[in-house]
C-alpha cells in the first residue's frame, strides 16, 4: 500500500501511462466524431506521452523538480494537435505542485490534478464542456473532496478513476455533436487510459500487451529557394573550444574505470562528451575553454594521437555576421500536406512548409523549429486546419528571438489567401491585420470518404459512403465523389461567390478533375471555375469558394 510517492515512483508512472495510451492508440483514434479517416486524437496523446517520456529518459537525476521539469518540458514539446497541448497542460499543472516536494501523499497529488486542470483551461481561449477538459475537471474536483479520507494512493486512485468514468460518460450530454455521433470524447478516453496506467504502476498489475516506441521525429520543413535559413542556434557559446583526439598505447596502470573517470573529468570542464573505446583506442570529444586540461587528463592514460582544437566563438562569429546580414523583417510559415499544395505555397513566397495536416498533427516543438530557421524577425504562422492552431500558440513559447504571429487559417484556402495578402513594405501588424481580413472571404470544403455507420448532422452515413463537409460538420453526401461536390457546391456557395477552387488529391486523376470543372462551369457561368493539383492524402478535393 502506498501512502507516498516519490519521484522513482512518479517516474515509473508516466512511464506506465504512456505505455497504456500507446497500447490503446488505435481505440483512441476510432473515437473520432466525423467518420472520415483522420481520426488522431490517440496518435497525438501518444506521441506528446513519448516525447514526455524520451526528456525523462534523458534525465540522469531523481529529484523529484528536475524529474518532473523534464516532463513537463518534453509534453510541451512533443504536444501534437488539440488533444496533445491540452495533455501537455494538464502535465505541466501536476508537475508544477509534485516538483516542490520529495514525497507526495494524496492529498498534495489532488493539489496537483487541480492545478492541472487550471492550466489546461487557461490553455484554451474558449473552453469546451464535454471535452478532455471536462474529464481533468470533474476527476480533480473529486480528488479534493476526497484526499483527505483515501490514504493509500489504490483506494485513491480507484475513486478518482469511477469519477473520471462518470464525467466520461456525461461528455456526451454536454457535447451534442458526441451525442449524436455515438460516442464519448476520445481526449477524454485517452486521458482516462494515462490515469489507469499510473494506477496500474501503483497496484502492480501486469499489462500484457507489448509496445512498440513511436518515434515523434520532426517532420522536416520545405524550404523554397527564396528563403533565409538558419541551420543552427547561434545564441551565445559557453564553451569555445571543440576539441577531438584519440588516445592510443595505453599505459600499462591503465584500465577501462580509468576511461569511465576521464568521462567524468571532461563533464566537469565542459559539455557535448564523447568518450568512448576500450585499452586499445580511445575517441574524445568535448566542447570546453580548457583544452589544455582535458589534453593533460588524457595524457594520465596514454598517448595522443591526430588532436584537433577549433575555435567555435570566431566560427559563431563569421555565422552571426553572415545571418544577420541577410536577415529580413518577415517570413511566413505554412503547415499542409501534398505537393501540390506546397508547390502552391512556395509560388506565394511562402519561406517554409511543414508536412502536417489531417493524420500527421505537427507538435508545438516542429513548429518552433521549423520558425526558428527561417531568418526574420517577424514570423506568420499558417496552420491551415483547426487541430494545429492550439500547437501554433503554444511554440510560441518555445521561441524568445522572434515574433510569432499565427493567423488561424482552418484550412488550406484560408492559408493561401493569408499568403496572397502578404506585403513585404506594410509592417508586421498591417500584414497581420490584413491577413486575419482575408479568412472571411473564403468558405472551404473537403470531399472524403466515411469510415464507419453513423448518423450525424441529419444523415445516415454507411460505411464507404462519399461525403463532403465544411470545418463543422457533414453537409452532403452520395456514392460518387461528383455527386457529393455538386451537392457540396450547392450547399455552400452564395451570391456574392466568384470563384471556384478545387484541389484535388493523390486519388483523383487530372482527367477527372478537369472534366468535374467543365461540369461546375456549366452550372456556375458566372463564376470562374479552376482546379489545381494538390496531392493531399485523404481528401479527394478540398474546395474553395471566394
Do not use: W
Not at 135 to 153: D, L, P, Q, T, W
Not at 167 to 175: G, H, I, Q, R, S
Not at 253 to 266: C, F, K, P, Q, V
Not at 392 to 415: F, R, Y
Request: proline share 3%.
Amino acid at each position: 500500500m502506498h501512502k507516498t510517492i516519490n519521484s522513482i515512483e512518479f517516474r515509473k508512472m508516466i512511464l506506465v501511462g504512456a505505455k497504456q495510451l500507446e497500447i490503446n492508440r488505435a481505440k483512441v483514434d476510432a473515437l473520432n466524431v466525423f467518420p472520415v479517416p483522420d481520426g488522431d486524437t490517440g496518435t497525438n496523446m501518444s506521441l506528446t506521452m513519448q516525447s514526455a517520456v524520451r526528456e525523462l529518459t534523458a534525465c540522469q537525476s531523481n529529484v523529484f523538480g528536475e524529474v518532473c521539469n523534464s516532463v513537463s518540458k518534453g509534453a510541451l514539446r512533443g504536444a501534437r494537435g488539440n488533444s496533445g497541448v491540452i495533455l501537455s497542460q494538464i502535465l505541466k499543472g501536476i508537475c508544477t505542485v509534485l516538483g516542490n516536494y520529495e514525497e507526495v501523499d494524496t492529498k498534495i497529488f489532488a493539489k496537483a490534478l487541480e492545478q492541472g486542470t487550471k492550466v489546461a483551461y487557461g490553455a484554451v481561449s474558449v473552453p469546451k464542456e464535454g471535452t478532455i477538459l471536462t474529464v481533468i475537471r470533474m476527476m480533480s474536483e473529486y480528488a479534493m473532496k476526497i484526499a483527505n479520507k483515501k490514504k493509500s494512493f489504490e483506494d485513491f486512485f480507484k475513486e478518482v478513476i469511477d469519477e473520471g468514468e462518470r464525467a466520461l460518460a456525461l461528455t456526451p450530454e454536454l457535447l451534442p455533436v458526441l451525442k449524436k455521433a455515438g460516442v464519448v470524447d476520445s481526449g477524454g478516453v485517452g486521458l482516462m487510459v494515462i490515469i489507469k496506467g499510473f494506477a496500474s504502476e501503483l497496484t502492480g498489475e501486469e499489462i500484457a500487451d507489448s509496445v512498440t516506441e513511436v518515434e515523434a521525429s520532426a517532420p522536416e520543413a520545405e524550404f523554397g529557394d527564396n528563403s533565409s535559413i538558419i541551420n543552427m542556434d547561434l545564441g551565445d557559446i559557453q564553451f569555445a573550444y571543440c576539441t577531438e583526439f584519440f588516445i592510443i598505447n595505453m599505459k600499462k596502470s591503465t584500465t577501462l574505470s580509468a576511461i569511465d573517470r576521464l568521462r567524468e573529468r571532461l563533464m566537469a570542464i565542459g559539455d557535448s562528451v564523447i568518450c568512448i573505446g576500450d585499452l586499445e583506442l580511445v575517441k574524445v570529444h568535448v566542447h570546453t575553454n580548457q583544452p589544455g586540461k582535458a589534453l593533460t587528463y588524457a595524457l594520465e592514460l596514454g598517448e595522443l594521437d591526430r588532436p584537433k582544437i577549433e575555435n567555435m566563438l570566431e566560427q559563431n562569429r563569421q555565422l552571426k555576421a553572415q545571418l544577420e546580414a541577410e536577415k529580413k523583417e518577415m517570413g511566413m510559415l505554412a503547415i499542409c500536406t501534398g505537393t501540390g499544395l506546397s508547390e502552391i505555397f512556395n509560388d506565394l513566397s511562402v519561406d517554409a512548409i511543414i508536412e502536417g495536416g489531417q493524420t500527421m498533427n505537427p507538435s508545438a516543438s516542429d513548429i518552433a523549429n521549423a520558425a526558428q530557421k527561417i531568418n526574420a524577425e517577424h514570423i506568420f504562422i499558417f496552420p491551415n486546419n483547426k487541430n494545429i492552431i492550439l500547437a501554433a500558440e503554444q511554440a510560441k513559447a518555445l521561441i524568445d528571438n522572434k515574433t510569432i504571429h499565427v493567423i488561424p487559417t482552418k484550412n488550406v484556402p484560408q492559408g493561401f489567401a493569408a499568403a496572397l495578402e502578404f506585403n513585404p513594405e506594410a509592417s508586421a501588424e498591417e500584414n497581420k491585420t490584413n491577413m486575419i481580413h482575408a479568412l472571411d472571404n473564403v468558405k472551404a470544403g473537403q470531399v472524403t470518404y466515411a469510415v464507419r455507420n453513423t448518423t450525424l448532422n441529419g444523415f445516415s452515413i454507411k460505411e464507404g459512403d462519399i461525403i463532403g463537409l465544411d470545418d463543422k460538420k457533414i453537409l452532403a453526401k452520395s456514392h460518387s465523389v461528383e455527386e457529393t461536390m455538386l451537392k457540396l457546391i450547392a450547399k455552400m456557395k452564395e451570391e456574392f461567390h466568384q470563384m471556384i477552387t478545387l484541389y484535388y488529391g493523390e486519388d483523383v486523376k487530372e482527367e477527372e478533375a478537369e472534366a468535374l470543372c467543365q461540369t461546375i462551369a456549366e452550372k456556375y457561368p458566372d463564376c470562374d471555375v479552376d482546379f489545381h493539383n494538390g496531392g493531399q492524402s485523404v481528401y479527394y478535393y478540398i474546395l474553395s469558394l471566394e
